[in-house]
């Protein structure tokens, strides 16, 4: 059974950083990509980032990029999001996903629960 924990969300003030953590079960790195998307209240869910399933590529949407990293530990089979210079903008429910990759919800078959940010003075 396929299984994905996010972990790491938190209040942060502007210009903090946060790590998050997608630690999955059931299934390899190998076999997958790995997104992470968000969605803040009243919006539709939106890609933030991805990881190839080899690893060796990894995408970020142009509202994160510079700022966030995605990086994944394979010994763990954990993928983590690195946040940083974070903006009020960035408050989200953050979620990871597993499935071909991409940037589009309908290109993943597993879910994590969801972590809460929230960037805020």
């Known amino acids: 059974q396929v299984q994905l924990v996010e972990s790491g969300g938190g209040l942060v003030q502007p210009g903090g950083s946060l790590r998050l953590s997608c630690a999955g079960s059931?299934?390899?790195?190998?076999?997958?990509?790995i997104g992470w998307f968000r969605q803040a209240p009243g919006k539709e869910r939106e890609g933030v980032s991805c990881i190839s399933s080899s690893g060796g590529s990894t995408y970020y949407a142009d509202s994160v990029k510079g700022r966030f990293t995605i990086s994944s530990d394979r010994a763990e089979n954990t993928v983590y999001l690195q946040m940083d210079s974070l903006k009020p903008e960035d408050t989200a429910v953050y979620y990871c996903a597993a499935g071909t990759g991409g940037f589009t919800v309908l290109e993943y078959d597993y879910w994590g629960q969801g972590t809460q940010v929230t960037v805020s003075s």
């Open positions: 059931g299934f390899t790195l190998d076999y997958y990509g």
